[in-house]
């Protein structure tokens, strides 16, 4: 398989050649040369207007049109950054209706989904490598010292552990890679000097407290200032944690660590990725979906590849392809073997009972599935990804959007569609696939 032989080169190779494939696919046919950013022409097309539909046609004599699906990607990115920047900066979030920034505590909650909100910004830390990836070079830079400028992480609020990995930091880690990449290009990031590094390692130590258990699996959740101080913090009650919060760690505090020279990051990171695997079903090698993080003893007993589980796996292989530890390829190897033996069911990926696979445990899937697919190709086991691909694609074709959760007669179980990125993912892997088989 062609990219389980790439898995055995150089791993930051592999990652370079990722974002190369990525650049190019939105670039059309354009040459590395050119690949610094749309044209002046193309930024001012691409600006949101008050006419027109906004939708340009993508064939030209029936080939894909890349240059206006490039155009067309530019414009829907301008026209929600720039609806951020000009209605909610600096909320966390926009509300679209309304046109107004969702702050929390000010406007009603929405449950555990807030608890991704930290009164930082969130959507602007998120967005730092995209603007760079898109070429808005001058957009970054005073983006980045808004950042620097605006965006305090001490404050008395309650977090989610996984979201604030995942987008705060790795959105600060991001960033300042490619800060320092622009800067090596010399015209723009000139007086940039690790600001972004020292907050992401700021927010690291906020982070560390939630890893206060007798297992090593954090909390899910953590106060940014008190961190699970029992007097102080209002965290640190909760007794258990899902699979994917607890297994969604690695690959940004152990970039981390490697950044800043301070290893706790790394350590604390894989203590819990080890605990996991250790708390595997030794006889069907799956994982629950719910964890006690005192004891080690699982909640919930259903074992899939969707809600609950799905970035532990993606965590794992990737783990191995930064880090170039064995360990994890084979972790994940067993749990690969597992999931085609008892989830996989020709294209459905139906849940099961980690302790007797034989027995499903649901009779619905879920759109966060949608990114295996994707982790398939990466492992090189591309025929399953795109037969299971394809059944998403006819879901989607059925319903115009992937339902939140669906039968496997693809009708609707949950009808929400909060705008998941997995199944693009996927799409792109299997199209980058497509293109080196044809090498």
Wanted: glycine letters at 8%.
């Amino acid at each position: 398989m062609v990219i389980r032989c790439m898995i055995q080169q150089p791993k930051w190779l592999i990652l370079v050649c990722f974002f190369t494939f990525f650049i190019y696919t939105i670039s059309g046919e354009v040459t590395d040369d050119q690949l610094p950013g749309p044209s002046d022409e193309q930024v001012e097309h691409n600006k949101p207007s008050a006419g027109g539909s906004g939708q340009p046609e993508h064939k030209t004599n029936n080939r894909v049109d890349k240059a206006s699906l490039k155009n067309q990607v530019l414009e829907m990115f301008n026209h929600a950054f720039n609806s951020y920047m000009d209605f909610a900066y600096p909320a966390d979030e926009l509300m679209p209706l309304s046109c107004k920034g969702r702050v929390r505590g000010v406007v009603p909650s929405r449950g555990d989904i807030d608890d991704c909100l930290g009164k930082f910004s969130l959507t602007l830390i998120d967005t730092l490598d995209t603007l760079a990836l898109l070429g808005y070079y001058k957009e970054f830079e005073d983006a980045v010292k808004l950042v620097i400028r605006d965006v305090t992480f001490d404050t008395d609020i309650i977090v989610s552990v996984f979201e604030t990995n995942i987008r705060v930091l790795g959105g600060l880690l991001g960033g300042h890679c490619v800060a320092l990449d622009i800067k090596g290009k010399g015209e723009y990031m000139q007086w940039y000097t690790d600001e972004l590094l020292m907050m992401a390692k700021e927010v690291g130590y906020r982070l560390l407290p939630a890893f206060n258990t007798s297992t090593g699996m954090p909390y899910p959740r953590v106060n940014l200032r008190h961190g699970v101080d029992p007097l102080k913090s209002r965290a640190g009650k909760d007794k258990a944690t899902c699979t994917a919060c607890a297994g969604t760690l690695l690959l940004e505090f152990a970039t981390l660590s490697r950044l800043t020279g301070e290893p706790i990051f790394e350590l604390k990171a894989k203590k819990a990725m080890q605990e996991l695997w250790s708390r595997r079903q030794r006889s069907s090698n799956l994982v629950g979906t719910i964890i006690n993080i005192h004891n080690g003893d699982w909640v919930r007993r259903d074992s899939g590849v969707g809600a609950g589980i799905d970035s532990y796996y993606e965590y794992l292989l990737k783990s191995y392809v930064l880090l170039g530890e064995d360990n994890y390829l084979d972790w994940f190897s067993a749990h690969y073997e597992a999931i085609m033996r008892y989830i996989s069911d020709g294209p459905l990926l139906m849940d099961v009972h980690m302790h007797r696979p034989q027995i499903k445990a649901k009779n619905f899937m879920d759109s966060l599935l949608a990114f295996w697919p994707g982790l398939q190709v990466l492992f090189g086991d591309v025929k399953p990804a795109i037969e299971t691909h394809e059944l998403l694609y006819q879901v989607m074709q059925k319903h115009n959007f992937l339902p939140e959760a669906f039968t496997p007669d693809y009708n609707i179980h949950w009808g929400q569609h909060p705008l998941r990125p997995e199944f693009s993912e996927s799409t792109y892997f299997l199209y980058k696939v497509s293109i080196m088989k044809q090498m």
